[in-house]
């Protein structure tokens, strides 16, 4: 069964840092592409970052680019995000997704919440 | 960056209906659209992808149809347990956008 769970999330002061995590398990994760999507309260879903298998390029959100790393351990099969120079518009709650076939989202995480605020 | 929009934002509908809500991508993504459904405090739930594809296990009153820049997602027979908000997406091209959802209530 494919599962993935995030952490990492919590309160952090604008201009804060924080990294995020992603456990899976129940795939081939070092050939599966993944991403974080993000939901903000009373938004709807943003795409912010993701990452392909083996030989990884990195792809970003214009509004995070800059500010946001994504990275994998392949060994840990453990997805991460790190996020810096954080503002409140980045508070949401952040999901990490599986990408299928197509480049869809075959399976997410339950997500873990950032709150951006002084 | 391919736009998505969505319609309606919100609809209100009885159990038993038949409901249709539409997507419109600005250009041409052939048929590279999925549908999910977010029920609250839950993670999103992949329904249907490359337009017209049910997924496994998703109850066959859930039906994509579209290609190009007009898709569609009819439930027919609206349930008590499909409240939600459902989103589109395109993965014609990075980055994968998404539409920005539509409420639906009994």
């Known amino acids: 069964e494919v599962q993935m769970l995030e952490s990492g999330g919590g309160l952090v002061k604008p201009g804060g840092s924080l990294r995020l995590s992603c456990a899976a398990s129940g795939f081939t994760f070092k050939t599966s592409a993944m991403s974080w999507v993000r939901r903000a309260p009373g938004k709807g879903l943003e795409w912010v970052s993701a990452v392909s298998g083996s030989s990884p390029r990195t792809y970003y959100a214009e509004s995070v680019k800059g500010r946001f790393t994504i990275s994998r351990d392949n060994y840990q099969n453990t997805l991460y995000l790190q996020m810096t120079n954080l503002r409140a518009d980045d508070s949401a709650i952040y999901y990490c997704?599986?990408?299928?076939?197509?480049?869809?989202?075959?399976?997410w995480g339950q997500g873990t919440l950032v709150t951006v605020s002084s | 960056d391919i736009q998505m929009t969505q319609s309606p934002s919100t609809l209100s509908a009885s159990v038993g209906d038949r409901v249709i809500i539409t997507c419109r991508a600005s250009q041409s993504i052939s048929n590279w659209l999925a549908w999910y459904q977010q029920k609250p405090g839950k993670a999103p739930k992949k329904l249907i992808y490359k337009a017209s594809s049910i997924e496994v296990g998703v109850p066959p009153r859930f039906r994509g149809s579209g290609s190009g820049t007009e898709f569609t997602l009819t439930i027919d027979g609206l349930q008590p347990d499909d409240v939600a908000t459902y989103f589109c997406?395109?993965?014609?091209?990075?980055?994968?956008?998404f539409g920005p959802g539509t409420k639906v209530e009994i």
């Open positions: 997704a599986k990408e299928g076939n197509y480049g869809d989202f075959d399976n």
């Open positions: 997406q395109q993965f014609y091209s990075y980055p994968g956008n």
